[in-house]
C-alpha cells in the first residue's frame, strides 16, 4: 500500500519543530496529533489499516494510494462560509483527495468510508459568535456527512473520532470534566434526536444540498471517543497535580519521541530537516 501524511506547507517549519526544539507547552494537541500521524506512517513502513482500525474504523479495505491528513479544511457545506464556518481536520483518513485547484482542502473520492477526527488536550469545546452558538463538534459532523465526489456521491459510512487524553475520556476526578463529554454523549444516543435538532439550528443557506439531505445523512454516521493513550502506546499521559488543575505526565517531548521508539524522527525535527 502507498502512504503518504499531507499537511500544510509550513506545517512542520512553524507549528511541529519548534515546539519540539524549544521543549515548549507539552499541551499542544496539534504536535499529539502529529505524532499519532507519525507513528503510523513510520510503521511497517506505514501501518494504515492499523490507524483506522484503533480509530474506529471496521471497514477493511483501505485506500489503494492513502494519506493521512493532518490540518486540512473539508469541502465547504454552505455559502459564504467564511471563518465562521469553515471547518478543518485535525487528521483525516479514508477516501478522500484533494479539490481541484483549492490548497489544503478535500472532498470524498468516491469510496465506501471517511474518518474524520477532532483531538482534544485540555482545551473544551468551541462555539460560533453566531447567535445560535454551534459547537465544534456539531460543525465537523455536518461537513464530514456532506463530503462527497465530483459525482455528488457521498461515502457510506461516516466516522467522526474524538481523541483526547484518557484523563478526560474516563473522567479521573471531577476536574476533567468538558462540555465535549456531555455533547458527545448526547449526540451518540440511539435515534441521534439531539444530533438532529442542533443540525438544523445553522440558518445560512446550503451549498449543494439542504437540509432533509444532512438529516438523512446522519445514518452514515458512526462516533468513536479513543485516547491518544491508546493510539500511541503511551501510559496515562495526564494526571491530577493539584486541586484544579492537571499536568502532562512526562516531561519532554525527547522522552517522548524515545518512548515511541523515534529518536531518529525527534532528530530530524530538532535540526531542521522537517521529519517528512
Not at 53 to 58: A, N, T
Not at 251 to 274: A, C, H, P, R
Request: hydrophobic share 35%.
Amino acid at each position: 500500500m502507498e502512504c503518504s501524511l499531507k499537511y500544510p506547507a509550513d506545517y512542520i517549519k512553524v507549528q511541529i519543530s519548534p515546539v519540539i526544539t524549544e521543549n515548549k507547552d507539552m499541551t499542544k494537541e496539534i504536535v499529539w496529533t502529529y505524532l499519532i500521524a507519525r507513528k503510523y506512517k513510520n510503521d511497517y513502513p506505514c501501518d494504515y489499516a492499523k490507524l483506522a482500525e484503533k480509530l474506529g474504523v471496521k471497514e477493511k479495505m483501505m485506500p489503494e494510494k492513502s494519506k493521512i491528513w493532518l490540518e486540512a479544511y473539508l469541502q465547504p457545506t454552505r455559502s459564504k462560509e467564511g471563518k465562521t464556518w469553515m471547518t478543518r481536520a485535525d487528521l483525516a483518513m479514508g477516501h478522500l483527495k484533494e479539490i481541484s485547484r483549492k490548497e489544503n482542502q478535500f472532498q470524498s473520492s468516491g469510496g465506501e468510508w471517511v474518518c474524520i477526527v477532532e483531538s482534544k488536550w485540555y482545551d473544551n469545546m468551541h462555539f460560533t459568535s453566531t447567535p445560535e452558538k454551534i459547537n465544534q463538534l456539531l460543525k465537523i459532523i455536518e461537513h464530514a456527512l456532506l463530503l462527497h465526489d465530483d459525482q455528488g456521491r457521498f461515502p457510506k459510512k461516516v466516522y467522526v473520532t474524538l481523541v483526547t487524553p484518557k484523563y478526560f475520556k474516563e473522567g479521573f476526578g471531577k476536574f476533567s470534566h468538558r462540555d465535549y463529554s456531555n455533547i458527545y454523549n448526547e449526540y451518540n444516543k440511539p435515534g441521534k434526536l439531539k444530533l438532529k435538532k442542533d443540525l438544523a439550528l445553522y440558518n445560512l443557506s446550503f451549498l449543494n444540498h439542504d437540509l432533509e439531505t444532512l438529516i438523512g445523512r446522519t445514518r452514515a454516521l458512526i462516533l468513536n471517543w479513543v485516547t491518544f493513550e491508546e493510539l500511541l502506546d503511551l501510559p496515562n499521559l495526564v494526571e491530577h497535580h493539584r486541586p484544579g488543575k492537571y499536568r502532562v505526565t512526562i516531561n519532554s517531548w525527547k522522552e517522548i519521541f524515545s518512548k515511541m521508539g523515534m529518536d531518529d524522527q525527534y532528530n530530524k525535527l530538532t535540526v531542521g530537516t522537517g521529519g517528512t
